[in-house]
C-alpha cells in the first residue's frame, strides 16, 4: 500500500540554523508530492508542491523541497530558522486512481525552535 | 474574502449521542474532505466528495455519514458517538479534477466524547 514515512517525530533546531525535515513514500507511479504546515491551534497551510519538472521546488515562507526519485524522498530544507517557524510539518502523497485514499499524510514532524 | 468554516470549534457530547459537524466553504470548490487528526496518526481521511450527491469512504469511515445536497456544504454525522471519536477533526476543500489539487484546511473542531 501507498505510505508516507515521516522519520522524525520532533525536532529541535536554534534560530537562524538551517532545516531539514525528511519524507520518504512509497507509491509506484510518478507521484503528487506536498509539504503542509500547521501552526498551534489552526488547520494546515500549503508550503509547496511537486508534481513534475524542475525536482526543486520553492515555496512559501522560505521553503523549499527537493524530489529525489532514486531514494523516494521529498525533504524539506529552510537555509535560516525564525521562531514563528515552530510547528507542525505534515508530508503527504497523492494517488491517483486510489480508492479509497486520495491524499496520504504523514504523521507529522513537530518543530522546536530555540533562541 | 472566502474561506472555509466549521463549526463549532469545541464540542462535548456523550456516548451514545448522535452529532453533526458543520462545514461551509464560499469558494465553489468541487471537492471537500472530512480528516481526523489523532496523536501519532496524523490526518487519517474519514469520507470525501467530488461534487453535489457524491460522497466515498476514507480509510477511517465506520461511524461516520456525509451527504452533500450543495457546493458549499458538508456535514460530518457522528451516528452514535463513541469515545475513540474523541479527536480533532478538519474539514478541506479543493477545486479541479482529482487529488493533486491543493486542498485549503479549516481550523478545525475539538471533540470530546465522554
Known amino acids: 500500500a501507498q505510505s508516507v514515512t515521516q522519520p522524525d517525530i520532533h525536532i529541535t533546531v536554534s534560530e537562524g540554523a538551517s532545516l531539514e525535515l525528511r519524507c520518504n513514500y512509497s507509491?509506484?507511479?510518478?507521484?503528487?508530492l506536498f509539504w503542509y504546515v500547521q501552526s498551534p491551534g489552526q488547520g494546515l497551510q500549503l508550503l509547496l508542491k511537486?508534481?513534475?519538472?524542475?525536482?526543486l521546488v520553492q515555496g512559501i515562507k522560505g521553503f523549499e523541497a527537493e524530489f529525489k526519485r532514486s531514494q523516494s524522498s521529498f525533504n524539506l530544507r529552510k537555509p535560516s530558522v525564525h521562531w514563528s517557524d515552530a510547528a507542525e510539518y505534515f508530508c503527504?502523497?497523492?494517488?491517483?486512481?486510489?480508492?479509497?485514499?486520495?491524499?496520504?499524510f504523514g504523521k507529522g514532524t513537530r518543530l522546536s525552535v530555540i533562541a | 474574502d472566502a474561506e472555509i468554516t466549521q463549526s463549532p470549534r469545541h464540542k462535548i457530547t456523550e456516548t451514545g449521542r448522535q452529532v453533526t459537524l458543520a462545514c461551509h466553504q464560499t469558494?465553489?470548490?468541487?471537492?471537500m474532505f472530512w480528516y481526523r487528526q489523532d496523536l501519532g496518526h496524523g490526518l487519517r481521511l474519514i469520507h470525501y466528495?467530488?461534487?453535489?450527491?457524491?460522497?466515498n469512504k476514507g480509510e477511517v469511515s465506520d461511524g461516520y455519514s456525509v451527504s452533500r445536497s450543495n457546493t458549499e456544504d458538508l456535514p460530518l454525522t457522528l451516528e452514535s458517538a463513541a469515545s475513540s471519536q474523541t479527536s480533532v477533526y478538519f474539514c478541506?476543500?479543493?477545486?479541479?479534477?482529482?487529488?493533486?489539487?491543493?486542498?485549503?484546511f479549516g481550523p478545525g473542531t475539538r471533540l470530546l466524547v465522554l
Open positions: 507509491y509506484g507511479a510518478t507521484p503528487y
Open positions: 511537486y508534481f513534475s519538472g524542475d525536482t
Open positions: 466528495s467530488y461534487g453535489v450527491q457524491d460522497t
Open positions: 503527504a502523497v497523492a494517488q491517483l486512481n486510489s480508492g479509497n485514499t486520495p491524499l496520504v
Open positions: 469558494w465553489n470548490h468541487n471537492n
Open positions: 478541506a476543500s479543493s477545486d479541479g479534477q482529482g487529488p493533486q489539487e491543493t486542498q485549503y
